[in-house]
């Protein structure tokens, strides 16, 4: 498992740690993730809302973000958007983590084809699940 060979002092991130984004508005899911990833040694930074993303990387880009689809403020197809809009975030490696699920109506290809890395179902992806996925895409070509 790629996880047992990164801690928290050999991430890639800001002093060792790889910074998340966690885009969330259900508090028991942001903390339930939250910890998990803690636990994993990411550093983890949780907004309720597309409007806190924006609020959030003008202070500090991180190095990946976890967004939810459906938040209270837009769509998680909108704040992707207006992510690769931006040109500061446009390149930031993004995952989509939902309880919406993937319908036939193309929300998943949307997704992609705006560069989101994953699409995951809270309820199928345990947070160590999560750690591990967010650890592959991070050191992705890093040999």
């Known amino acids: 498992m790629v996880l047992n060979a990164i801690g928290p ?6 002093g060792g ?23 994993f040694g990411f550093r983890v930074r949780v907004e309720v809302d597309g409007a806190g993303l924006f609020r959030a990387v003008e202070s500090e880009l991180p190095d990946i973000v976890v967004l939810d689809w459906e938040l209270p403020d837009m769509s998680g197809d909108e704040v992707l958007h207006r992510v690769r809009l931006d040109e ?5 490696p993004v995952f989509i983590l939902s309880d919406f699920p993937a319908s036939s109506n193309g929300e998943v290809d949307r997704v992609f084809l705006l560069g989101a890395l994953a699409w995951l179902q809270k309820v199928k ?8 996925k967010l650890t592959e895409a991070l050191t992705a070509g890093r040999d």
């Open 17 to 39: 740690r790889w910074a998340v984004l966690l885009v969330e508005d259900d508090a028991g899911a942001s903390e339930t993730y939250r910890a998990g990833l803690e636990a």
């Open 9 to 14: 002092e050999q991430g890639g991130g800001r």
């Open 88 to 92: 500061r975030t446009r390149s930031l």
């Open 125 to 132: 992806t345990p947070p160590a699940q999560l750690a591990e």
